[in-house]
Antibody, heavy 133, light 111 residues
Framework: QVTLKESGPSLVKPTQTLTLTCTVS??????????VGWIRQPPGKALEWLAL???????RYSPSLSSRLTISKDSSKDRVVLTMTNVAPLDTGTYYC?????????????????????????WGQGALVTVSS | NFILTQPHSMSESPGKTVTISCTRS????????VHWYQQRPGSSPTTLIY?????PYGVPDRFSGSIDSSSNSASLTISGLKTEDEADYYC??????????FGGGTKLSVL
C-alpha cells in the first residue's frame, strides 16, 4: 500500500526557513521512474506545484520559487525534504507531497517523449503551515 | 511557460451532464498530457483522469476526459451528476521546461 505523509511545523515566523518532510511507504525512492513532488494550496485557493525529485536525484523547481526552494531525499529513511527560505504570510497554506511514476515503453521513459508529463498518483494528507509573527 | 484556465465555478442539477474546460494559453495542448483531480473539502486531491482520458481503477465511467486541439483545451465531462460530485476540480499539465502547471480550479455545485 502506497502512502505518503507530510510533517513539519504548523507555525513559522516571517523570514524564517520552513522545512517539511515527506515520509513514504509502499515504494522505494530509488526505483526507476519514481518521483516525489511538493504541491501547496493557500486557504481557499488553487493548487501550486513547487518542486520534485526523481529516483536518480534529478531535481525540478517551480521557476517562480526556485531561488527559495531546495528538495532532497534520504532514500535509506524513505524521506523527501523540502526547505523554503525567507517565508512570508503568503506562503501560508496546506503543503502536500505526492508521487509520480514513469515507466519504460519502447525503450524510453514514457513521459519523456511527447505527450510529456507524468501525473501525481498518490498524495499525502497534507500539512497546514501558517506563517505569522 | 503557459497557464491553464478553468471556469471559476459551475452549477448543474443531479442527473445532468457537466463539462469543465481547461484551456492552455500557449503551446500545443497535445504536447503534454492533461490530468484531472477531484478535491472534496478538507481532503487531498484524488486522480479522476490521467493521460488525457484514462480512468484509474475505481473511478466510475461517469467521468471522462478529452482534449481538443482546435480550441487548445482539455475537458472533463461528468454525466449522471450526483450530489457527491460537488467538489473542486483541477487540471494539470506539464511544461517542456520541466515543471508542472495546475489550472485555477473549478468549484462544481450540484443542486
Amino acid at each position: 500500500q502506497v502512502t505518503l505523509k507530510e510533517s513539519g511545523p504548523s507555525l513559522v515566523k516571517p523570514t524564517q526557513t520552513l522545512t517539511l518532510t515527506c515520509t513514504v511507504s509502499g515504494f522505494s525512492l530509488t526505483t526507476g521512474g519514481v518521483g516525489v513532488g511538493w504541491i501547496r494550496q493557500p486557504p481557499g485557493k488553487a493548487l501550486e506545484w513547487l518542486a520534485l525529485i526523481y529516483w536518480d536525484d534529478d531535481k525540478r523547481y517551480s521557476p517562480s520559487l526556485s531561488s527559495r526552494l531546495t528538495i532532497s531525499k534520504d532514500s535509506s529513511k524513505d524521506r523527501v525534504v523540502l526547505t523554503m527560505t525567507n517565508v512570508a504570510p503568503l506562503d501560508t497554506g496546506t503543503y502536500y507531497c505526492a508521487r509520480t511514476l514513469d515507466s519504460i515503453v519502447g525503450g524510453a521513459w514514457m513521459y519523456s517523449v511527447p505527450p510529456l508529463g507524468p501525473y501525481f498518483d498518490y498524495w499525502g494528507q497534507g500539512a497546514l503551515v501558517t506563517v505569522s509573527s | 511557460n503557459f497557464i491553464l484556465t478553468q471556469p471559476h465555478s459551475m452549477s448543474e442539477s443531479p442527473g445532468k451532464t457537466v463539462t469543465i474546460s481547461c484551456t492552455r494559453s500557449s503551446g500545443d495542448i497535445a504536447s503534454s498530457y492533461v490530468h484531472w483531480y477531484q478535491q472534496r473539502p478538507g481532503s487531498s486531491p484524488t486522480t479522476l483522469i490521467y493521460d488525457d482520458n484514462q480512468r484509474p481503477y475505481g473511478v466510475p465511467d461517469r467521468f471522462s476526459g478529452s482534449i481538443d486541439s482546435s480550441s487548445n483545451s482539455a475537458s472533463l465531462t461528468i454525466s449522471g451528476l450526483k450530489t457527491e460530485d460537488e467538489a473542486d476540480y483541477y487540471c494539470l499539465s506539464y511544461d517542456s521546461d520541466s515543471f508542472w502547471v495546475f489550472g485555477g480550479g473549478t468549484k462544481l455545485s450540484v443542486l
